[in-house]
């Protein structure tokens, strides 16, 4: 949780120095692509944590990377801000904190629904509109599967979650007989 709240903060200020629209949007692609590059590389996701490597060559290669995706100044800055206050092992979580206030920002939540079962492409599309009513934004709408839920869904969107599983069912059911 500590992470998260961290990485949301710097995330934040990253959005908050950039005006333009566009740059929001270039910035957004670019941190979840150097986000999933450190989880998939461990060469890479070593040199930027390791300590013995100095910090200065660790901001060098953030800066070639970002001048290689023709950012926007702030983003140079921003990327040896964090390498600064040694904090390079939460730019996954910034790059998936940006994502979300970007999306935020132009009017989309995110919502996902869990199932016993595979949804049909006609029950996704009913579930992603009545959750685009529920909001009054769009959705970004995650399919999963789980079969221990035994029928009905889950629904999260945002913090809120909505509890439609017959396993929770069951287990109401059963709470309310023992207390009989």
């Known amino acids: 949780m500590k992470d998260r709240k961290l990485a949301s903060r710097y995330a934040r200020a990253m959005f908050d120095a950039l005006q333009d629209p566009a740059a929001r949007e270039k910035v957004d692609a670019f941190l979840n692509a150097l986000g999933e590059s450190i989880r998939q590389s461990p060469e890479l996701r070593d040199f930027l944590l390791d300590p013995a490597v100095a ?12 001048e290689r995706h023709a ?30 206030i970007y999306e935020e920002s132009m009017g989309v939540v995110a919502a996902e629904i869990t199932t016993a079962v595979p949804m049909s492409d006609e029950m996704k599309q009913r579930a992603q509109s009545a959750l685009e009513k529920m909001t009054s934004k769009r959705v970004r709408l995650q399919c999963s599967i789980e ?26 059911l059963r709470r309310q007989m023992s207390e009989e």
């Open 71 to 100: 950012m926007p100044p702030e983003t140079e800055r921003f990327l040896h801000l964090v390498i600064e206050q040694g904090r390079a092992e939460v730019l996954p979580s910034i790059g998936q904190a940006y994502h979300e």
């Open 147 to 172: 079969p221990e839920l035994i029928g009905g869904a889950v629904t999260r969107v945002g913090s809120t979650i909505y509890d439609g599983s017959l396993r929770t069912q069951l287990e109401s």
């Open 55 to 66: 910090r200065d060559d660790r901001k060098k290669l953030l800066s070639s990377i970002a």
